[in-house]
């Protein structure tokens, strides 16, 4: 197992949910925007242009009280499953 899907599961705290990579790369890209990173940096630290950047990221910026509602959800479907 990689280290960093280690590492996450275990702040998940869910040892079945499968987490990869790109899922930390997607929820990294969300968290800098929902900080008010500017688009165009977020692409820099991903290494994206910033076309795509904002093909795949431009809708999601959140807030964090927004982050943890979302959170919130996502936790609650997986009890239900």
């Known amino acids: 197992q990689h280290p960093i899907i280690n590492a996450a599961r275990k702040a998940f705290k869910d040892k079945e949910r499968q987490i990869s990579p790109h899922d930390l790369r997607h929820s990294y890209a969300i968290h800098m925007l929902g900080l008010g990173v500017p688009l165009d940096k977020v692409a820099k630290l991903l290494g994206d242009s910033l076309k795509t950047t904002e093909d795949y990221y431009a809708g999601f910026v959140m807030s964090s009280n927004e982050i943890d509602f979302v959170n919130a959800i996502i936790k609650?479907?997986?009890?239900?499953t």
């Open 76 to 80: 609650a479907k997986t009890k239900l």
